[in-house]
Structures are given as structure tokens and as C-alpha cells.
């Protein structure tokens, strides 16, 4: 249940900025998409960590002139210009934008007075931004744009699903084991137990290469030989072939080379019924 519930917070991180963006690529109509191309670096950061950010405008198809707007995710520090010194702290660095500069900001959103002739950039720097606790596999920084001159009730245009800055969430590195496994077997019956190695907040930890092996109170139980993880396992395993043969309650301890452990909860073992 626990493993289902980060999916789909996972999921629904994602939503608010991927919706807009799969709504202007059904309309593929160029005027439902806003003038200009949005990069970040770094783009791929350790859940709950600490970085600068720094994005990137280029106004690539044609000059903006008017106003930008630059959404921060729910779960990331939120963005400020009260304080230098605390997270979330953005700064403007015009380059061969002159005149462009951050004209206020509204709860998550950063509003921008933009100058840009075509071809020309900007920088916008996040301080300290803190990613969130849970990872995946991309943030949209969701960026929208829109002409001096629209009528007062134009809608902004996202930039296209390809120019928008991304940032993926992944998880840190490991601080403990979690088992997943039945509570109920039957003697001689085999089963399977799936093992992860965890970071702090509960995720999959990043570039986990441990062994992992089981052992199991029933003096009498068979388990399968020790597994070294590798990258293509993404921090977890699914052990197959366990049996338990001794009567009443049982439980399993996964234990890695690195010191981490962890116990399974009760495992009731029932006699074989044909």
C-alpha cells in the first residue's frame, strides 16, 4: 500500500505542468505555444538535496517582448527576493536581454518583464532550491509567455512539451532496507519476498551496488543464495523460491553488505492441505 501511495503522489506531482503541455500539443496549431525555449541545469538531482539551479531563456523562434512567467513545482522551495542568504532565492541576470528583470512574485509563479530580440538570452538563477522528498522523473518548471501588446484577457502560451525546463528527482543514497513479503505461507509452498534499498525519505536509493542475503527463524527453511545488485536493478529484487516448513509464526531478516538490515513482520506458516 505504502509503495502504491508514492506512485501515485509521483503521478500527481507531474500533472499540473504536464497537462498544460499535452494540451498544446493536441491543438498542434504554433499559435496555441509561446516563443522561446527554456533549459536547467542541473536537471537531475538526489531527493531532498540542496542546489543552485540555473535557467536558461532563449527566445529561439522570434523576439519576446512582453511578460514571462516561470511556475516552481509544489514540493520545491518557494521561490522569494525577500532574502539572499535563505532557499529559493531568484535572481535575474539579464545577459543580451537588457531591460529584462523579475517584476514581482506571486506564490509559486515568478512574473518577468521580458526584452528579448530573437536569438537572444537570459539567465534565471534559483538559490538553494530544495528538491523534494520524493523522486521522479521530471518537474516541469512550467514557462509561459505573452506579447506586450495581447488584449488584456490573452491567455499565456506554454512554451512547446520540448522547450520547457525539466528537472528529475532521484532518489539519495541508501540509508536502509524495506521488505515487502506475505504474511501468510504454507509449509513447503514457495513464495517471493522483494527487498529495496531505501534512502531516508523511503525511495529506491540511487546507484545502490550491495549483496543482500535472507535468512529466516525456521531452522528448517530453504532461501535463495545471496544477490549482488547491479545498476539495472534500480536499488531492488524480487527473491524467489523461499519455503518455510515449520508450523506457526516465522519471519525473515534481509540483511546487505554495507551493515543495513531489516526484519520482515509475522508470517504465519499453515500445514499443507491437498
Not at 528527482?169 to 509449509?187: K, N
Amino acid at each position: 500500500m505504502a509503495g502504491q501511495f508514492v506512485t501515485k503522489v509521483r503521478r500527481a506531482t507531474l500533472c499540473a505542468g504536464l497537462a498544460m503541455l499535452a494540451l498544446t500539443a493536441a491543438g498542434g496549431a504554433a499559435t496555441r505555444v509561446g516563443i522561446g525555449k527554456m533549459t536547467v541545469t542541473p536537471n537531475r538531482v538526489p531527493a531532498g538535496s540542496t542546489n543552485d539551479f540555473t535557467f536558461g531563456f532563449l527566445a529561439d523562434t522570434g523576439a519576446v517582448r512582453g511578460t514571462t512567467l516561470v511556475d516552481v513545482p509544489r514540493g520545491w522551495s518557494k521561490p522569494q527576493r525577500t532574502s539572499a542568504s535563505a532557499p529559493g532565492y531568484f535572481e535575474l541576470q539579464a545577459l543580451s536581454c537588457p531591460g529584462t528583470r523579475i517584476s514581482g512574485i506571486s506564490g509559486r509563479r515568478i512574473v518577468i518583464a521580458t526584452k528579448c530580440a530573437k536569438g537572444r538570452s537570459f539567465k534565471l538563477v534559483y538559490h538553494r532550491g530544495v528538491a523534494p522528498q520524493i523522486s521522479a522523473d521530471g518537474f516541469v518548471f512550467l514557462t509561459q509567455t505573452r506579447p506586450a501588446n495581447a488584449p488584456r484577457k490573452t491567455r499565456f502560451k506554454p512554451l512547446g512539451p520540448r522547450k520547457q525546463a525539466v528537472v528529475r528527482v532521484r532518489g539519495a543514497a541508501v540509508a536502509g532496507l524495506f521488505m515487502t513479503v506475505t504474511s501468510v505461507a504454507t509449509a513447503g509452498q514457495a513464495f517471493n519476498a522483494t527487498v529495496r534499498a531505501v534512502d531516508a525519505f523511503g525511495n529506491n536509493a540511487a546507484d545502490y551496488a550491495g549483496t543482500v542475503t535472507l535468512t529466516s527463524t525456521d531452522s528448517k527453511a530453504t532461501m535463495p543464495a545471496p544477490y549482488a545488485y547491479g545498476p539495472t536493478d534500480v536499488a531492488q529484487h524480487t527473491f524467489t523460491g523461499l519455503v518455510l516448513r515449520t508450523l506457526g509464526t516465522q519471519r525473515l531478516t534481509a540483511t546487505e553488505s554495507h551493515g543495513f538490515t531489516v526484519q520482515s513482520g509475522p508470517i504465519t506458516v499453515s500445514p499443507f492441505s491437498s
